[in-house]
Protein backbone atom coordinates (compact mmCIF):
# COMPACT_ATOMS: atom_id res chain seq x y z
CA UNK A 1 0.00 0.00 0.00
CA UNK A 2 3.27 2.04 0.42
CA UNK A 3 4.24 2.27 -3.32
CA UNK A 4 0.12 2.79 -4.22
CA UNK A 5 -0.18 6.04 -1.62
CA UNK A 6 3.46 7.36 -3.28
CA UNK A 7 1.91 7.31 -6.26
CA UNK A 8 -1.13 9.03 -5.44
CA UNK A 9 1.04 11.76 -3.81
CA UNK A 10 3.40 11.99 -6.59
CA UNK A 11 0.61 12.55 -8.88
CA UNK A 12 -1.02 15.30 -7.07
CA UNK A 13 2.75 17.12 -6.42
CA UNK A 14 2.67 16.78 -10.15
CA UNK A 15 -0.31 18.60 -10.60
CA UNK A 16 0.32 21.17 -8.19
CA UNK A 17 3.26 22.07 -9.36
CA UNK A 18 1.79 22.43 -12.86
CA UNK A 19 0.26 25.63 -11.14
CA UNK A 20 3.47 27.64 -11.85
CA UNK A 21 3.36 26.68 -15.24
CA UNK A 22 -0.16 27.79 -16.57
CA UNK A 23 -1.08 29.25 -20.00
CA UNK A 24 -2.22 32.36 -18.51
CA UNK A 25 1.33 32.90 -15.76
CA UNK A 26 -0.68 33.47 -12.80
CA UNK A 27 -0.38 30.47 -11.09
CA UNK A 28 3.56 30.75 -9.87
CA UNK A 29 2.89 31.94 -5.88
CA UNK A 30 1.69 29.85 -3.71
CA UNK A 31 0.57 29.96 -0.14
CA UNK A 32 0.01 26.80 2.23
CA UNK A 33 -2.20 24.33 0.26
CA UNK A 34 -3.94 27.48 -1.68
CA UNK A 35 -3.10 28.14 -5.57
CA UNK A 36 -3.58 31.30 -7.84
CA UNK A 37 -5.10 31.32 -11.25
CA UNK A 38 -8.07 32.63 -13.04
CA UNK A 39 -11.55 31.95 -14.40
CA UNK A 40 -13.98 33.60 -16.71
CA UNK A 41 -17.48 34.47 -14.53
CA UNK A 42 -20.45 35.36 -16.39
CA UNK A 43 -17.98 36.25 -19.45
CA UNK A 44 -15.67 38.28 -17.81
CA UNK A 45 -11.69 36.85 -16.18
CA UNK A 46 -11.17 37.01 -12.95
CA UNK A 47 -8.02 36.57 -10.93
CA UNK A 48 -8.45 34.35 -7.86
CA UNK A 49 -6.96 32.57 -5.07
CA UNK A 50 -8.01 28.58 -4.39
CA UNK A 51 -8.48 28.06 -1.07
CA UNK A 52 -9.05 24.75 -1.40
CA UNK A 53 -10.59 22.56 -4.21
CA UNK A 54 -14.16 23.54 -4.35
CA UNK A 55 -14.01 27.81 -2.88
CA UNK A 56 -11.76 30.40 -4.34
CA UNK A 57 -11.73 33.91 -3.38
CA UNK A 58 -11.76 36.70 -5.61
CA UNK A 59 -8.72 38.85 -6.16
CA UNK A 60 -10.19 41.34 -9.10
CA UNK A 61 -13.37 42.07 -10.38
CA UNK A 62 -16.69 43.19 -8.94
CA UNK A 63 -16.70 40.71 -6.22
CA UNK A 64 -13.13 41.31 -5.32
CA UNK A 65 -12.76 39.77 -1.59
CA UNK A 66 -15.81 37.69 -1.60
CA UNK A 67 -15.41 34.24 -1.18
CA UNK A 68 -17.42 31.35 -3.24
CA UNK A 69 -18.71 27.59 -2.54
CA UNK A 70 -18.36 25.70 -6.04
CA UNK A 71 -21.46 23.39 -6.76
CA UNK A 72 -21.80 19.81 -8.25
CA UNK A 73 -18.79 18.59 -6.57
CA UNK A 74 -16.89 18.19 -3.15
CA UNK A 75 -13.83 18.04 -1.96
CA UNK A 76 -12.01 16.77 1.24
CA UNK A 77 -11.52 18.94 4.17
CA UNK A 78 -7.96 21.05 3.83
CA UNK A 79 -8.22 22.36 7.23
CA UNK A 80 -6.64 19.58 8.81
CA UNK A 81 -6.38 15.55 8.90
CA UNK A 82 -9.70 14.93 9.39
CA UNK A 83 -10.95 12.42 7.21
CA UNK A 84 -10.22 8.55 7.76
CA UNK A 85 -12.00 5.25 5.89
CA UNK A 86 -10.61 2.31 5.07
CA UNK A 87 -6.96 1.64 5.21
CA UNK A 88 -6.60 5.73 4.84
CA UNK A 89 -4.96 7.40 7.59
CA UNK A 90 -6.04 11.47 7.82
CA UNK A 91 -2.71 12.52 7.41
CA UNK A 92 -2.66 10.61 3.25
CA UNK A 93 -5.88 11.82 3.00
CA UNK A 94 -4.89 15.32 3.94
CA UNK A 95 -2.14 15.38 1.63
CA UNK A 96 -4.80 14.92 -1.48
CA UNK A 97 -6.94 17.30 0.36
CA UNK A 98 -4.31 19.85 0.23
CA UNK A 99 -3.62 19.12 -3.97
CA UNK A 100 -7.30 19.94 -4.82
CA UNK A 101 -6.39 23.72 -5.23
CA UNK A 102 -3.77 23.27 -7.67
CA UNK A 103 -5.63 20.73 -9.37
CA UNK A 104 -8.42 22.98 -10.02
CA UNK A 105 -5.43 26.01 -10.32
CA UNK A 106 -4.03 24.34 -13.64
CA UNK A 107 -6.23 25.84 -15.81
CA UNK A 108 -8.69 28.76 -16.87
CA UNK A 109 -12.62 27.65 -16.48
CA UNK A 110 -15.53 28.75 -17.95
CA UNK A 111 -18.01 29.53 -14.67
CA UNK A 112 -21.12 31.68 -14.10
CA UNK A 113 -23.29 32.96 -10.99
CA UNK A 114 -26.55 34.09 -10.63
CA UNK A 115 -25.72 35.74 -7.21
CA UNK A 116 -27.29 33.11 -4.92
CA UNK A 117 -25.17 32.57 -1.71
CA UNK A 118 -24.89 29.73 0.42
CA UNK A 119 -25.60 29.90 3.99
CA UNK A 120 -22.18 30.85 5.10
CA UNK A 121 -22.78 33.80 2.74
CA UNK A 122 -20.32 32.47 0.03
CA UNK A 123 -21.22 33.31 -3.64
CA UNK A 124 -22.10 30.08 -5.35
CA UNK A 125 -20.48 29.10 -8.37
CA UNK A 126 -21.18 26.98 -10.86
CA UNK A 127 -17.72 25.66 -13.64
CA UNK A 128 -18.96 22.38 -15.23
CA UNK A 129 -15.39 21.41 -17.59
CA UNK A 130 -13.93 22.37 -13.68
CA UNK A 131 -16.40 19.92 -11.81
CA UNK A 132 -15.79 16.63 -14.25
CA UNK A 133 -11.89 17.70 -14.06
CA UNK A 134 -11.94 17.22 -10.47
CA UNK A 135 -13.93 14.19 -10.40
CA UNK A 136 -12.01 12.55 -13.19
CA UNK A 137 -8.89 13.02 -11.20
CA UNK A 138 -10.15 11.67 -7.69
CA UNK A 139 -9.80 14.44 -6.13
CA UNK A 140 -13.57 15.25 -5.78
CA UNK A 141 -16.63 13.42 -5.71
CA UNK A 142 -20.28 14.70 -7.33
CA UNK A 143 -22.32 16.41 -4.80
CA UNK A 144 -26.47 16.52 -4.82
CA UNK A 145 -28.29 17.86 -2.06
CA UNK A 146 -31.33 17.18 -3.53
CA UNK A 147 -31.60 13.62 -5.77
CA UNK A 148 -28.74 12.39 -7.23
CA UNK A 149 -25.72 13.37 -9.45
CA UNK A 150 -26.03 13.95 -13.16
CA UNK A 151 -25.56 10.49 -14.98
CA UNK A 152 -21.98 12.34 -16.68
CA UNK A 153 -20.26 13.31 -13.22
CA UNK A 154 -21.32 9.36 -12.36
CA UNK A 155 -19.96 8.27 -14.87
CA UNK A 156 -16.78 10.51 -14.65
CA UNK A 157 -16.34 9.06 -10.78
CA UNK A 158 -16.85 5.43 -11.96
CA UNK A 159 -14.00 5.88 -14.21
CA UNK A 160 -12.02 7.71 -11.55
CA UNK A 161 -12.83 4.49 -9.22
CA UNK A 162 -11.81 2.20 -11.60
CA UNK A 163 -8.48 3.66 -12.39
CA UNK A 164 -7.83 4.40 -8.81
CA UNK A 165 -7.53 7.96 -8.95
CA UNK A 166 -6.70 10.08 -6.46
CA UNK A 167 -8.64 9.21 -3.05
CA UNK A 168 -10.03 5.80 -4.73
CA UNK A 169 -6.44 4.54 -4.80
CA UNK A 170 -7.48 2.51 -1.84
CA UNK A 171 -10.61 0.90 -2.87
CA UNK A 172 -13.91 2.66 -2.54
CA UNK A 173 -16.34 3.56 0.75
CA UNK A 174 -20.26 3.54 -0.57
CA UNK A 175 -20.38 6.53 2.04
CA UNK A 176 -18.15 9.57 3.01
CA UNK A 177 -18.68 11.79 5.66
CA UNK A 178 -18.17 15.36 4.15
CA UNK A 179 -19.52 17.50 7.19
CA UNK A 180 -20.14 17.05 10.81
CA UNK A 181 -22.28 19.45 13.63
CA UNK A 182 -22.60 19.25 17.11
CA UNK A 183 -25.64 19.94 19.71
CA UNK A 184 -24.99 24.02 20.78
CA UNK A 185 -22.86 24.58 17.72
CA UNK A 186 -22.81 28.49 16.88
CA UNK A 187 -25.55 29.65 14.66
CA UNK A 188 -27.52 26.46 14.75
CA UNK A 189 -30.91 26.13 13.89
CA UNK A 190 -32.87 23.25 14.38
CA UNK A 191 -31.42 19.68 14.87
CA UNK A 192 -27.73 19.13 14.07
CA UNK A 193 -26.83 16.77 11.42
CA UNK A 194 -23.84 15.22 9.94
CA UNK A 195 -23.91 14.95 5.93
CA UNK A 196 -22.64 11.47 3.74
CA UNK A 197 -21.93 11.19 0.53
CA UNK A 198 -23.35 8.33 -1.17
CA UNK A 199 -20.42 7.02 -3.59
CA UNK A 200 -22.86 5.71 -5.84
CA UNK A 201 -25.51 7.89 -6.64
CA UNK A 202 -23.65 11.45 -5.25
CA UNK A 203 -26.29 12.23 -2.79
CA UNK A 204 -25.01 13.92 0.26
CA UNK A 205 -27.68 12.38 2.68
CA UNK A 206 -28.45 13.99 6.03
CA UNK A 207 -28.16 12.14 9.13
CA UNK A 208 -29.88 14.07 12.25
CA UNK A 209 -28.58 13.30 16.09
CA UNK A 210 -29.18 14.31 18.79
CA UNK A 211 -25.31 14.84 20.25
CA UNK A 212 -22.85 16.87 21.24
CA UNK A 213 -19.57 16.43 19.81
CA UNK A 214 -16.49 17.10 22.00
CA UNK A 215 -13.68 19.42 19.84
CA UNK A 216 -11.21 17.08 18.13
CA UNK A 217 -13.82 13.67 18.58
CA UNK A 218 -14.04 11.54 15.52
CA UNK A 219 -17.34 11.02 14.51
CA UNK A 220 -18.10 7.89 12.48
CA UNK A 221 -21.31 7.01 10.25
CA UNK A 222 -21.98 3.73 8.08
CA UNK A 223 -23.18 3.25 4.80
CA UNK A 224 -24.27 -0.41 4.12
CA UNK A 225 -21.56 -1.69 6.18
CA UNK A 226 -18.79 0.80 5.25
CA UNK A 227 -17.20 3.43 7.63
CA UNK A 228 -16.09 6.68 7.16
CA UNK A 229 -14.71 9.08 10.25
CA UNK A 230 -14.43 12.71 10.41
CA UNK A 231 -12.92 15.10 13.05
CA UNK A 232 -15.19 18.00 14.31
CA UNK A 233 -13.75 21.40 14.76
CA UNK A 234 -16.02 23.78 15.61
CA UNK A 235 -15.57 26.02 12.26
CA UNK A 236 -14.30 29.08 14.65
CA UNK A 237 -11.22 26.84 15.29
CA UNK A 238 -10.74 25.65 11.90
CA UNK A 239 -7.87 28.16 10.77
CA UNK A 240 -7.05 30.05 13.86
CA UNK A 241 -6.37 28.86 17.29
CA UNK A 242 -6.41 25.20 15.69
CA UNK A 243 -6.74 22.79 18.46
CA UNK A 244 -3.61 20.08 18.45
CA UNK A 245 -5.82 17.37 16.52
CA UNK A 246 -5.24 19.75 13.09
CA UNK A 247 -1.70 20.66 13.13
CA UNK A 248 0.34 18.38 11.04
Given at each position: ??????????????????T????????????????????????????????D??????K?????????R?Q????????????????????E?????????????????E??????????????V????????????????????????????????????????????????????????????????G?????????R????????????????????????????????????F???????????
Open positions: MRAVFSSVILAVTVLGCASHGSSGKHAKRENHSAFGSIVLNGEKTEVRWTGDSFNFSGPHKGKGTLGYNTLEAFGPVHRWGEWTPKLYEIAKGASHVAATQEWCTTDGKEDGYHRLLNCPKLTEEMVLKGVAMPYSVDGGASPELLEAMKRAQAEKAGMWAKGVAKGIVTSVHSWGEEGQHDPYNRVLDTSGKAEVRKHQKRYETCEEVCEETDGDKSCMIYVPFERYRNQPDCLRE
